[in-house]
């Protein structure tokens, strides 16, 4: 009886519309009257309307592009492209946020990633530095740095990493989660060169440098590897160019950058300049934007997207 019964309702609710089961689903987890302090977000009339017309047009919209009658049946991958879209159509961040909260009240959604959602990072100065920025502070360097430096914007490497720079096929990886990673990386630079880095904790990562900076590499060439310390290292790693990294290198940066431009973000600021510049080459070229964060968190040696989120402010 009580499982004919359930197979009803079940029936029942997928009969009804996408409107209304938003509706419903709300107002059941409403908590008008409580305290701020008691951490329930639907505790006002205005907030309770805002989140069912946010869910009512995000669940509408799925049903329409993946056929979901049900609402509880929405999964992450559908909530997570349908904010891609959003994020695709230019949609204000706040707006985007909205209908993500709105989502997140379902199970099985967790947390989606959404743009600008630390308002902490909306708050700080970006530490990104624009390509005429660096021109400008790359005339300053010795030509050794000028081209340590570019390796680090094409690639998106750290100033650390750059010492242990190493064309992929001598040191293919070995310690990184290959199951993990994404073949599809490096779409739109397929003919760049690669190079493997080895990062915190003896990580290795794979990315990439322009043609022409890869043949500017190779006079520099060491005939035997050299050890490079650095402080961050428990061990020395093995040097195969004769580049400048690590702390000699950030000096350089922050010197340079004092004298062209008056003031410096460091030269990490070169990292956040990566990141920023190859998710809006990859979402300009029709990548979703979720999917952008994870092909880049992966060239910069991330496995999780919200490492990203930090390079983007």
């Not at 199970?107 to 624009?130: C, D, F, H, K």
């Not at 064309?167 to 779409?187: G, I, K, M, T, V």
């Amino acid at each position: 009886m009580s499982k004919r019964g359930g197979r009803g309702r079940d029936r029942g609710n997928a009969s009804r519309t996408m409107r209304d089961q938003a509706r419903t689903w709300i107002l059941a987890h409403a908590h008008r009257g409580c305290s701020k302090a008691s951490g329930a977000a639907l505790r006002s009339d205005r907030t309770v309307h805002r989140y069912i017309g946010d869910l009512s047009r995000a669940a509408e919209h799925i049903q329409q592009h993946f056929g979901t009658s049900r609402l509880t049946a929405i999964t992450r991958e559908h909530a997570q492209a349908y904010i891609d879209a959003r994020v695709s159509d230019g949609l204000r961040a706040a707006t985007v946020q909205g209908y993500a909260k709105a989502l997140e009240t379902l199970p099985n959604i967790g947390t989606l990633t959404v743009p600008g959602r630390s308002q902490e990072a909306q708050n700080q100065t970006s530490r990104a530095y624009t390509g005429e920025q660096i021109r400008l502070v790359q005339s300053l360097l010795s030509p050794a740095a000028r081209l340590a430096t570019a390796v680090m914007v094409e690639s998106g490497c750290r100033v650390e990493d750059l010492a242990s720079l190493c064309p992929a096929e001598e040191r293919p990886l070995s310690n990184a989660r290959l199951d993990q990673l994404r073949p599809d990386r490096f779409l739109g630079r397929e003919d760049w060169p690669r190079f493997t880095f080895i990062g915190k904790g003896g990580h290795e990562y794979l990315s990439s440098v322009r043609p022409e900076t890869a043949r500017s590499l190779e006079p520099l060439r060491l005939e035997t590897p050299r050890d490079f310390i650095h402080r961050a290292l428990e061990h020395g790693i093995k040097q195969y160019y004769a580049l400048p990294a690590g702390k000699p290198l950030s000096q350089q940066w922050t010197r340079a950058s004092h004298r062209a431009l008056g003031y410096s973000h460091g030269i990490h600021g070169l990292r956040h300049t990566f990141a920023q510049q190859r998710v809006h080459e990859l979402t300009r070229s029709g990548t979703p934007w979720s999917l952008a964060l994870e092909r880049t968190s992966q060239l910069m040696g991330h496995y999780r997207t919200e490492e990203v989120l930090t390079y983007l402010r």
